[in-house]
Structures are given as C-alpha cells and as structure tokens.
C-alpha cells in the first residue's frame, strides 16, 4: 500500500482552508435563509379560513401552489436543480447582454458582469440549496405547528391576540423546541449538500479536493483529507444542536 502523501496537502494546505471556509459560509447562509423560506412556506401550507370566499382563496391560491413547489423541489435531486439555477434562471435574470435585471434597469451591466464572473457559483449553489431546504424545513414546521393543540391557539384568540402575535407569542416558541432535531439534521445535510456547489466552480472543500488530486494525478489524499473535515464539521454541528435541545429541556421543566 503506498504511504500517504502529505506534500499535496502542505502544497494545498490555502486552498483547503479557503475551501472550509466557504462551506461554512454556504452553509449558514443557507441554513438562515432556509429556515425563513421554509417558516414562510409552512405557514402558507397551513393557511385556512372557515368558510366564504377567503377559504377558497387560500386553499387554491396559497395552500396547492405551496404543495406543488414542495413537491418539485422534494422531488427532483438538488444536483439538478443547483444546473437549472446556474445555466437556465442566472443567465435570464442576470446575463450582462439580455438579463431581466439588466434590461429593467435594476441592476447595471458591469454588476451583472460581476455577479456572473465572480460570485455566479456562489449565488447559484445557496439559491438552489435555499429553495430546497425550504421545501423540507416548510413541512418540519407545518408538522411543529400541527402538534400543538388547537386550545392554545383558540385559547390565546380568544383573549384578543391577533393570529400573527399568537403565532409568534404561543405557538412558534413550543413548536419550535420539537422541531430542533429535525432543523438540526436539516443543516447537517445542508453543509454536506454544499458539496455538489463544485460541480458549478464553487470554491469550497470538494472544489480544493479536486483541484489538489488533478495537480498531482492523486486523489487519495484529498479526499480522505476533506472526508475528515466534514465529519468534524457535522460533528461539531450535532453537539451544537444537542446542547440546544439540553438547554430548551432545562427551560422546559423549569416553565
């Protein structure tokens, strides 16, 4: 078995480390703007109103056009979807020649120059891997908000409380110590889904494994190197979460 070969790793040691920090960033950014997507979406997929015409203007307008975006995005692999966000949806809105923005005068051509050149696989890779993690995050709170018992709510509007206090007062705090396991998983598989970025020219770790491995026409060591790395990332990432949930657990007992 050959021995392992550290020079690549010291020759490349910037670029993992520049790597790792990217995937950080990709990954908090996502995971925020995921988790306000998807609240925003959960709450959509639970819109209702008793009767009259506001009843079927949220089950057809807002609930089925919530389910059918769910059911795209849970559907179709994030590899795919990170493609149609780089090559079909960038090109539209932000292609220096004929863009959308450009074209409405929102933003200028030597912006739209920039944001293609230089941040296009950034902004591609966290818009898709937001608007997937939204789908899965929007169904972790419609089933968060579902589990608390309807008396709280009706309780809470029945002492004056408009639906947006109760809901942000009474029903969020609760639910959301139920949903941070799965939120927490959902992160976890958002730091490794960042990965497939590179595929896109994302300088993240799997972009610096690959570049370091064709460099030395060796891949051994690159990516058992950022395998390492992402375990202690997700590891650190699960510790983090379970100290949450001790933390809301206290609270709990102490309420």
């Not at 480390?17 to 997929?45: F, P």
């Not at 089925?64 to 079909?88: C, D, E, H, N």
């Not at 419609?142 to 947006?164: C, F, N, T, V």
């Not at 979460?241 to 102490?254: A, P, Y």
């Amino acid at each position: 078995m050959m021995g392992f070969n550290w020079a690549i790793i010291q020759d490349y040691l910037p670029l993992f480390i520049d790597g790792a920090l990217m995937t950080l960033k990709c990954t908090v950014i996502c995971v925020i703007l995921g988790i306000l997507w998807g609240l925003l979406l959960g709450l959509g997929r639970i819109a209702s109103a008793p009767h009259g015409l506001p009843k079927y203007l949220l089950y057809f307008g807002v609930q089925w056009p919530v389910r059918i975006y769910v059911s795209a995005f849970r559907g179709t692999p994030l590899f795919v979807q990170i493609m149609v966000v780089y090559f079909v949806l960038m090109p539209y809105l932000v292609s220096p020649k004929d863009g959308i923005l450009v074209t409405s005068n929102i933003i200028s051509v030597e912006t739209a120059r920039i944001m293609r050149s230089q941040y296009g696989a950034f902004i591609a890779s966290v818009v898709a891997i937001t608007l997937n993690s939204g789908a899965y995050v929007s169904e972790i709170f419609r089933a968060g908000i579902q589990s608390i018992d309807k008396g709280q709510m009706e309780a809470a509007r029945s002492l004056g409380m408009p639906y947006g206090k109760t809901m942000r007062k009474v029903i969020l705090p609760q639910a959301f110590r139920r949903m941070l396991p799965p939120l927490g998983n959902n992160a976890i598989a958002i730091l490794k889904d960042s990965s497939l970025g590179a595929a896109i020219g994302l300088a993240d770790l799997a972009f610096a494994a690959r570049t370091a491995g064709a460099a030395y026409a060796s891949y051994d060591e690159p990516y058992l190197v950022i395998s390492v790395i992402y375990w202690c990332m997700t590891f650190i990432l699960t510790m983090i979460v379970q100290q949450m949930e001790k933390r809301l657990g206290k609270s709990d007992s102490h309420s």
